[in-house]
């Protein structure tokens, strides 16, 4: 497993935070991901704006949208990846849709994340059985493709998450990203089947959005992840929204730690 992402999961839950890169614009979507790191998230997740983002809601694709319009591009994602890496030495993870790495190139995109320093790559849109391609490419580069597992994978968890490295992105709810008010997947059978399989730590996301509810997933996870609630906020306060993350990520940070 990366190094870095094994130290976020060292002997504690991880809080795992989500924002899109260049949302509103490059200079405070910098500022915002350093107030998650602020407030104790162990690991972020840095989202490269995609036009079609099919696995978004409203939230996370109007951030796309926003980001879009500021003009920020792969290059430009890779140049806020590396402004937040030259301050902090925890993992960081991009997580966008198969088309723009495909686009950039399979090589010269993650020889990019390793010169970096991005560990990870989260990509919705990339099924299980067909990222083979990508994952030779990745691993020659020492980056770890995060696997997802839906609730509609039963089947396929087994295989899923023996080959799975970095950590498994658990998906709590069918649908969409987006802020839920309760979360009714059996995850407690689902994350019984993982344990049996996985040899990497395991994160819940999708709908996560209060600490109580963070503290509720890290009972039965290894971390929780929480993307659009962030956003919301970036939605909301614009440029001014740093404040405002630290604030709820500090909560959410504390209620997956245990404090």
Same mark, same amino acid.
């Given at each position: 497993?990366?190094?870095?992402?094994?130290?976020?999961?060292?002997?504690?839950?991880?809080?795992?935070?989500?924002?899109?890169?260049?949302?509103?614009?490059? *200079?405070?979507?910098?500022?915002?991901?350093?107030?998650?790191?602020?407030?104790?998230?162990? /690991?972020?997740?840095?989202?490269?704006?995609?036009? *079609?983002?099919?696995?978004?809601?409203p939230v996370i694709q109007e951030a796309d949208v926003r980001a879009l319009?500021?003009?920020?591009?792969?290059?430009?994602?890779?140049?806020?990846?590396?402004?937040?890496?030259?301050?902090? *030495?925890?993992?960081?993870?991009?997580?966008?849709?198969?088309?723009?790495?495909?686009?950039?190139?399979? *090589?010269?995109?993650?020889?990019?994340?390793?010169?970096?320093?991005?560990?990870? /790559?989260?990509?919705?849109?990339?099924?299980?059985?067909?990222?083979?391609?990508?994952?030779?490419?990745?691993?020659?580069?020492?980056?770890?493709?995060?696997?997802?597992?839906?609730?509609?994978?039963?089947?396929?968890?087994?295989?899923?998450?023996?080959?799975?490295?970095?950590? /498994?992105?658990?998906?709590?709810?069918?649908?969409?990203?987006?802020?839920?008010?309760?979360i009714k997947t059996d995850l407690a059978s689902i994350m019984e089947s993982?344990?049996?399989?996985?040899?990497?730590?395991?994160?819940?996301?999708?709908?996560?959005?209060?600490?109580?509810?963070?503290?509720?997933?890290?009972? /039965?996870?290894?971390?929780?992840?929480?993307?659009?609630?962030?956003?919301?906020?970036?939605?909301?306060?614009?440029?001014?929204?740093?404040?405002?993350?630290?604030?709820?990520a500090k909560g959410l940070a504390d209620a997956a730690h245990g404090n």
């Open positions: 497993m990366n190094n870095r992402i094994e130290k976020a999961f060292d002997n504690k839950k991880a809080f795992i935070g989500f924002l899109t890169a260049g949302d509103p614009t490059f *200079d405070a979507s910098y500022e915002n991901i350093m107030a998650l790191i602020n407030a104790g998230a162990d /690991l972020v997740e840095i989202g490269i704006p995609f036009s *079609d983002p099919i696995a978004e809601g319009k500021s003009g920020m591009t792969t290059d430009r994602a890779f140049e806020l990846a590396a402004k937040v890496r030259a301050q902090t *030495d925890i993992p960081l993870v991009f997580m966008t849709y198969l088309n723009p790495v495909f686009k950039y190139g399979y *090589d010269r995109f993650f020889a990019k994340c390793a010169e970096i320093g991005v560990d990870g /790559l989260i990509c919705p849109d990339m099924p299980f059985e067909e990222k083979t391609e990508a994952d030779a490419v990745a691993k020659a580069h020492g980056v770890s493709i995060i696997s997802m597992i839906a609730p509609t994978s039963e089947e396929r968890i087994k295989a899923i998450a023996e080959s799975a490295e970095g950590f /498994l992105y658990i998906v709590s709810s069918l649908g969409v990203t987006g802020v839920r008010s309760e993982v344990k049996k399989y996985a040899h990497v730590p395991a994160a819940i996301g999708f709908g996560i959005s209060t600490p109580e509810q963070a503290k509720k997933m890290s009972q /039965l996870a290894d971390g929780v992840i929480v993307g659009s609630a962030m956003v919301r906020l970036v939605e909301k306060f614009g440029e001014s929204a740093a404040p405002e993350i630290e604030k709820l």
